[in-house]
């Protein structure tokens, strides 16, 4: 299948069962679907931009995320590839600003980004492809900028759907080797911070599920990893 439909086929399910979704997953981060862990990084993230700073909910789908930033005063952009979802996110959170676009092709200006969460919107992008959406990442984040990813941990195997609660999809998702997201997020100029991977404990899981914070290297960094030597006269 050609990349295009890969990403036609996952917008079209997403926007068949975007309601379904807001039903049995919600509109918030809630208990039921996010552990204590999840809930500390999520903490986490709002901390780190509550005073400041403008962070991309990446695959944002109705806007949990960024609705429980904004709730802690961080400026917010949620961006998805499914309209259907972003309907939906502007009907739960009207107050909040959401955009259509593919986590490989932003809508957003070069480093305009100071932070970025992909909360399970990695999931259907092919491990050969999480390349070119970490390279995007690092062209729209700030020099130094931080990003948090979380996705069902694997082998890199595919799952294929093609049923959602009756309604007809074709949804491939891709349960990530951490190992393999570390090295393609160094390949793109993060320096990884953390990589935690936690037993499935809640009703809907079924695999682990992994966490990774980076951050992009500042200028200095990048330029010392290149032997560039930089002065600040
Ligand atoms: C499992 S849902 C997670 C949604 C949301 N982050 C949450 O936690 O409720 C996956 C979302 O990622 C979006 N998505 C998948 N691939 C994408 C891509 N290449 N670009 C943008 N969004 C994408 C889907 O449309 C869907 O809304």
């Known amino acids: 299948m050609t990349v295009d439909g890969e990403l036609a086929r996952t917008?079209?399910?997403?926007?068949?069962?975007?309601?379904?979704?807001?039903?049995?997953?919600?509109?918030?981060?809630?208990?039921?679907?996010?552990?204590?862990?999840?809930?500390?990084?999520?903490?986490?993230?709002?901390?780190?931009?509550?005073?400041?700073g403008r962070v991309g909910d990446l695959g944002c789908g109705p806007g949990r995320v960024s609705a429980f930033l904004a709730g802690h005063g961080v400026d917010v952009v949620g961006i998805d590839l499914s309209i259907r979802m972003l309907e939906v996110g502007r009907r739960a959170h009207?107050?909040?600003?959401?955009?259509?676009?593919?986590?490989?092709?932003?809508?957003?200006?070069?480093?305009?980004?100071?932070?970025?969460?992909?909360?399970?919107?990695?999931?259907?992008?092919?491990?050969?492809?999480?390349?070119?959406?970490?390279?995007?990442?690092?062209?729209v984040l700030a020099p130094g900028g931080y990003l948090l990813l979380a996705f069902q941990a694997g082998n890199g195997e595919a799952r294929h759907r093609s049923d959602v609660r009756g309604t007809a999809v074709a949804l491939t998702n891709y349960l990530h080797d951490p190992d393999d997201v570390v090295r393609s997020l160094t390949g793109a100029g993060f320096l990884v911070a953390s990589r935690v991977v936690r037993d499935p404990e809640l009703a809907h899981e079924s695999s682990p599920q992994a966490f990774v914070e980076a951050r992009l290297r500042s200028f200095a960094e990048a330029s010392q990893a290149l032997g560039v030597v930089v002065h600040d006269d």
């Open 94 to 139: 009207p107050h909040l600003c959401f955009a259509a676009g593919d986590l490989a092709a932003l809508p957003l200006a070069d480093h305009s980004l100071d932070g970025a969460v992909c909360w399970y919107s990695i999931i259907h992008t092919a491990p050969d492809r999480l390349g070119r959406v970490f390279d995007e990442l690092a062209r």
């Open 11 to 52: 917008r079209a399910s997403y926007d068949a069962t975007a309601d379904l979704y807001a039903q049995s997953v919600g509109t918030e981060i809630s208990e039921s679907i996010e552990a204590a862990l999840d809930r500390l990084l999520l903490d986490n993230v709002a901390s780190l931009f509550s005073d400041g």
